[in-house]
């Protein structure tokens, strides 16, 4: 009978099978909406903490009458009047969108990536660049606009006793705004929210494309990472 010889493993044999599994793991794609709870926790929570200060941005934008005297007085005014809640007003509404908005971001990002590449498969820095602005119009025009304009809508109110208030919750808020102003009520500001958050995607996507070049870390809107030899 032969006896059987066992090697010990290496450490240069350790370091290539982790090698080889992390390149095996990186060539994989990776579904973006997996992903989307672990990564957008993070900015709901920083959201919800910094919410009151978009609050009072409302608030002095539509203040006509210089009752407020800065961000500290405007803060401190709607605390005292109307109550500590007021400064989350519109939380609900704000806080939704931006989850559709990344989880449609994503989604269309990738659908468009793939019908723009050549026939060969490749897409350009270009093309990667369009696919990011078609993304940006899409959401702003699908998600951002009727949530961004319910929120204002629900901030710019005073008090919080729901019975003396036109607007009783989101769902009302959008409600309300489509019957007694229609479509274009919901939708009102499309054309300049189309505008900021196409050319916003434009630049990420071209930041991107740079950064894949470099890392090798995208393919088209599915996020990849080949990792190179």
Not at 35 to 41: I, K, M, Q, V
Not at 67 to 89: F, H, M, N, P, T
Not at 98 to 110: C, V
Request: hydrophobic residues 35%; proline residues 5%; charged residues 25%.
């Amino acid at each position: 009978m032969e006896a059987v010889c066992l090697q010990p493993i290496g450490e240069s044999d350790r370091k290539g099978e982790a090698l080889r599994t992390r390149q095996l793991a990186r060539a994989l794609p990776v579904d973006p909406l997996s992903t989307l709870p672990r990564a957008h926790s993070p900015s709901l929570l920083s959201l919800s903490l910094s919410f009151p200060i978009d609050t009072i941005k409302t608030r002095l934008q539509l203040d006509h009458t210089g009752q407020y005297r800065g961000i500290v007085d405007c803060g401190r005014q709607v605390a005292r009047q109307e109550g500590g809640r007021a400064l989350w007003k519109g939380l609900t509404p704000f806080a939704t969108h931006l989850t559709l908005k990344y989880a449609l971001r994503m989604g269309t990002n990738a659908v468009y990536s793939t019908a723009l590449r050549d026939k060969d498969g490749r897409l350009t820095d270009g093309r990667r660049m369009l696919a990011g602005l078609c993304a940006g119009v899409t959401e702003a025009l699908v998600i951002v606009t009727p949530f961004e304009t319910t929120k204002i809508r629900l901030q710019q109110q005073r008090g919080l006793d729901k019975a003396a208030l036109k607007y009783r919750g989101p769902v009302h808020a959008a409600s309300t705004i489509l019957r007694e102003e229609g479509v274009r009520g919901l939708w009102s500001g499309a054309a300049p929210t189309m505008l900021r958050n196409g050319t916003n995607q434009v630049w990420k996507e071209g930041g991107r494309g740079g950064r894949g070049k470099m890392g090798g870390e995208r393919e088209g809107g599915w996020p990849t990472a080949r990792a190179r030899a």
